[in-house]
């Protein structure tokens, strides 16, 4: 089962850069989401989609927008990269209901020099 | 608001000792807790989750959490620690606004031979 994929695994930047985060899920959900993740932080949301069509700001949105193509892909692209915004991306997704758990991928690894 | 708070950000254990994982959450409805495991350069994986069916909850490789609402906790808990439970924990909390799950900053776990 592949689940929820990111593609790629490891990027490096210069600043001013752009580029775009893939992620394809194959389970048929409906919500899917980007976070980000840096060391003492936890997991901060980007952006996410309850649906095909739809997007949402979450808690870090500045700097990044969201595409979501059809429902089994979310991309996320940074249109120019700045040095906060090495980390570690992730995306998930998860079924409709209030106790459905999120499911994630490997994680893409960007550093912006 | 929502927050999760894990207290202890690197916890240190023999093997065969009680792992004992704290996170205390703070919501104005209902809440809904999830524990999830994250090993080196993977994506999280979801241990346990609660939903008010149940207090005490089990999850897989032997880990288990307790919802106690009088002390706003959902410790994760595990008699006896393996080597390979070595990795960082996070636990979560979500409501009716089933889109935003808060993540906690996370708890590395070393377990010592």
């Known amino acids: 089962n592949a689940g929820v994929t990111q593609t790629p695994k490891f990027q490096v930047l210069k600043t001013g850069q752009s580029m775009t985060l893939q992620c394809a899920q194959d389970m048929n959900h409906n919500s899917m989401y980007w976070y980000r993740q840096d060391p003492g932080m936890g997991l901060r949301l980007i952006y996410y989609?309850?649906?095909?069509?739809?997007?949402d700001k979450g808690e870090v949105p500045n700097g990044y927008n969201v595409s979501r193509l059809n429902k089994r892909e979310f991309s996320l692209r940074l249109e120019s990269a700045a040095p906060s915004q090495t980390s570690v991306y992730f995306c998930?997704?998860?079924?409709?209901?209030?106790?459905?758990?999120?499911?994630f991928g490997d994680g893409t690894r960007l550093s912006i020099l | 608001a929502q927050s999760v708070t894990q207290l202890g950000s690197h916890v240190s254990v023999s093997e065969g000792a009680l792992v004992l994982l704290r996170c205390n959450y703070s919501s104005s409805v209902p809440p809904y807790l999830f524990w999830y495991v994250q090993y080196p350069n993977q994506g999280l994986q979801l241990l346990l989750k609660y939903t008010s069916a149940a207090t005490l909850v089990k999850g897989i490789n032997g880990f288990e959490a307790e919802f106690k609402k009088s002390e706003t906790s959902f410790h994760l808990t595990k008699p006896s620690a393996h080597m390979s439970d070595a990795a960082e924990y996070f636990c979560a909390v979500t409501s009716y606004n089933f889109n935003k799950f808060y993540f906690g900053s996370g708890t590395k776990l070393n377990v010592k031979p």
């Open positions: 989609s309850a649906s095909e069509g739809t997007t």
């Open positions: 998930a997704s998860s079924q409709d209901g209030y106790n459905q758990p999120q499911h």
